[in-house]
């Protein structure tokens, strides 16, 4: 038994060390690449955009200078992000505005200071000034009116670094003093029943069977250490099941979009044969659905992940969105599908994510309506304009900009299936969720799952009811915008 007990505590110090070595030596690594690159690319930025500005207006030395008239226009957004300074040169290259630290100018910078094209370059990726280094780009004004030299600062970053690192090693040193100090302490108390432990995880690595009992007696470490592997299988058990579901989820989803690739790409065997319109219109077609598959995948993903989309958020119209939808979904599904608008449809949001909700709804009344020869009605509704006062000129009513709301642009898709129960109304946009009518259907209930998600993240929420004369009702509401004007 002591055999075991040198063995097990010299294991345990030596995985603990191995372990703490390579996390240590990773997120030192990680660490220092994630801010090396953060810091290029903010420079990179920055400089990208002074290079814009000049090319489209004809900026002068003075618009840069700390007391020119632009103080607050293209200045401040050079000198807004950390570390970043501005020196102004002449056409001649000499200094017209030094920065908070004197940069050197070279024959480079000089001429392109003297230069006509606006936006020309001189980059320096390691220039010493006072004995820190600095990242120095020179941009022409144009015209022969001057150049502005943008500087970031990086020997202070390194100096960070370098800390990081050396508190990394110390760290580390103490974890694993630590680690064999408490390994010789653990094997005195655990070794007897530590096997019968090991047997059990050896049971479940040899035949994959992850709802193994799990041996647990006493109150000591070791049987803590029992219920907790006992509790992890049961999670892994779990996780293995909302991958077997995720894994139908996503064959769900692709589905539709893959058939149609599918049968376009076949259409490519006969190209040759087919007109110069019908060419154009399939090479779209390829176009638009492999471009929705990707954005399906990066959905799925981001769902499993349970992480929010970074898509940009812009100015969109849901009415021009929910036409875009019918046009695909009538292509995909071989029905009519017809859009109603009412009221002021402009809202923020992420487009990709609302095209998704949009269309999972209309193929959501698709399915369950299958062998329908009636229309799918899609309805977007928003606040209506005010009506115009008696002094105001006479003139259509104008709906941007005469709204002062905050109210919300609803959008909903009406189906004529079997409908849905009560009881199933209140869950049919948890994950997963499938009514008893639909569990012959392909999918495991991701669709309207998602479109919960998008229509919270827009600050608004799902509805369904019961459809007059039969079928269902199934949509979202999004928060409006403030009109611009």
Known sequence: MSSLRTTFTVSFAAVAAAVTVLVGFLSYDAAARLVRVDQQTVFAEV????????????????????????????????????????????PDGSVVDEGVSPLPVDGHDRT?????????????????VGGDRYRVATVSLGGGRGAVQVAQQ??????????LQQRTVLLVGAVVTAAGLFGWWLARRITR??????????????????GIQVPVTGHDEVARLGRSFDRMLGRLAQSEEDQR??????????????????????????????????????VADLALESREL???VNELVALAAGQSDTEPVRRLDLAELAEDVAVVARRRTGRDVTVRVSGDTVVEGRPSALQRAVSNLVENAAKFDRGGTAPIEVVVTGPTARPPSPDSPSGPPVTTGSVDRLEPVRVEVSDRGPGIGDDDLARVFDRFYRTADARSLPGSGLGL??????SAAHGGSPFAHPREGGGTVIGFTVEGTRPIG
Not at 112 to 128: F, N, P, S, T, Y
């Open 154 to 163: 990086f020997s202070d970053t390194e100096d960070l670094l370098r800390e």
């Open 449 to 454: 799952s998602i479109v919960r998600e998008v």
């Open 47 to 90: 400089v990208q955009d002074l290079r814009d500005q000049v090319r489209e207006h004809p900026f002068h030395t003075d618009d840069f200078t700390s007391s020119g008239p632009h103080r607050q226009g293209p200045l401040d957004d050079i000198i807004r992000p950390s570390r970043t300074d501005v020196q102004v040169l002449g």
């Open 193 to 210: 029943r530590l096997v019968r432990l090991a047997g059990a995880a050896e049971d479940v690595a040899r035949t994959g069977r992850l």
């Open 294 to 296: 990707t954005d399906l």
């Open 245 to 282: 579901r995720l894994v139908q989820d996503a064959g769900h989803e692709l589905r539709t979009p893959l058939t149609s690739l599918r049968t376009n790409i076949s259409m490519l065997r006969r190209i040759d044969e087919l007109p110069p319109d019908a060419r154009e219109e399939l």
């Open 112 to 128: 392109v200071a003297g230069g006509a094209a606006a936006g020309a370059l001189a980059e320096h990726k390691d220039v010493d």
